[in-house]
């Protein structure tokens, strides 16, 4: 009788106890799950990917090579995460002070991506769809279908569903979908879904 698991971990990563991996899920190369982490069903862990402890990672989320998931970080269904981006955890470190107690929620809205080499500092919400610019750095919530870019991160623009660049129309050059911004409230919402 083999122990069969519904995901795959390649035969250099760790998966530490207690710990769920939804099916069809790859682990790669030197990653390592650490305890009371939560992956969800068809997710691509790249090499040298450490998440944990007490992480939620939704389904269909992508992380590439070299990125750290620390306590605090969850990521909702359909993250991407690029090569080397980084998640801290705590605001003012130091190496000879405990600060375990001082971990700051990161969560990270559906479907939004986070490009390569970008930072996202503790304690801010990356909203759903929004896209992260490579190299930027996070230091403010992140409003859902935002483009960041720069250091620190400002919008510069608005993105779809799909990660098309919107312009002024507001709508999606890819799928059609509508969009509709309220100035008020500097956000912007899908108001028209298409197949």
Not at 62 to 70: D, E, F, G, R
Not at 103 to 119: E, L, M, Q
Not at 125 to 134: E, L
Not at 156 to 167: Q, Y
């Amino acid at each position: 009788m083999t122990d069969k698991k519904p995901y795959f971990a390649h035969e250099s990563a760790y998966v530490d106890e207690p710990s769920t991996i939804g099916a069809g899920t790859k682990i790669w190369h030197f990653s390592h799950v650490l305890p009371n982490t939560t992956i969800g069903e068809d997710c691509v862990l790249g090499q040298n990917v450490v998440a944990g402890p007490d992480v939620t990672i939704g389904d269909n989320c992508k992380i590439q090579n070299n990125v750290s998931l620390y306590k605090g970080v969850e990521l909702a269904d359909g993250v991407f995460c690029g090569p080397s981006c980084v998640f801290t955890n705590v605001l003012t470190p130091r190496a000879e002070i405990e600060r375990k107690s001082e971990f700051a929620p990161t969560p990270v809205g559906r479907g939004a991506t986070i490009g390569a080499n970008a930072t996202v500092v503790c304690g801010h919400r990356i909203g759903d769809y929004a896209m992260i610019a490579a190299g930027a750095v996070v230091t403010k919530d992140v409003a859902d279908f935002a483009l960041v870019a720069g250091v620190p991160a400002k919008r510069i623009g608005w993105v779809s569903r799909t990660g098309e660049r919107l312009d002024e129309t507001l709508v999606c050059p890819r799928t059609g979908e509508k969009y509709e911004y309220d100035a008020s409230s500097d956000t912007l919402r899908l108001t028209e879904e298409r197949a």
